[in-house]
């Protein structure tokens, strides 16, 4: 299946925008689904996110990182292994940030790939409204 692909202009500069945005740390700020981030230092690091009223965990490690350009990361354990890819761009007024989701299922995450493309597909849009908010100054989240 095709990644899921999301486009977003913020109002401040790329550099800034690309240090919040792949800041692992910062990820519960506005990701409504991130419980926690729990960052290892080496390019690794681990998510804890509610899904179907559980917690889930995922490891993660850097992929790629080219500053203030792009940034992805790709899951390394679990039934489904989230891929994740942001660009940040200039634009007027400040910057374009194009994030691109994608999953691998193994074993039992086939079974629930479609249900966990679905829930990325609506939930994604939503954390991305929170971040263009928060990066701008207003402190409201969805």
Same mark, same amino acid.
């Given at each position: ?11 401040? #500069? &790329?550099?800034?925008?690309? %240090?919040?945005?792949? *800041?692992?740390?910062?990820? /519960?700020?506005?990701?409504?689904? @991130? ?31 080219? #500053? &203030?350009?792009?940034?992805? %990361?790709?899951?390394? *354990?679990?039934?489904?292994? /989230?891929?994740?890819?942001?660009? @940040? ?54």
């Amino acid at each position: 299946m095709a990644p899921i692909v999301s486009t977003i202009d913020i109002a401040r #500069p &790329p550099a800034e925008v690309f %240090a919040y945005v792949t *800041d692992p740390a910062r990820f /519960p700020e506005w990701q409504r689904d @991130v419980v926690r981030v729990d960052v290892a230092g080496d390019g690794r690091f681990t998510t804890i996110r509610r899904f179907a009223r559980a917690e889930r965990t995922t490891t993660q490690v850097v992929s790629s990182n080219d #500053p &203030p350009r792009s940034w992805s %990361a790709r899951g390394v *354990d679990g039934p489904i292994r /989230p891929s994740a890819s942001v660009t @940040v761009a200039p634009a007027e007024g400040g910057s374009r940030v194009t994030f691109a989701l994608d999953f691998e299922a193994h074993g039992l995450g086939v079974a629930l790939l479609p249900l966990v493309r679905r829930q990325a597909r609506l939930g994604a849009p939503v954390s991305y409204r929170n971040l263009k908010r928060l990066l701008e100054g207003s402190r409201q989240a969805d």
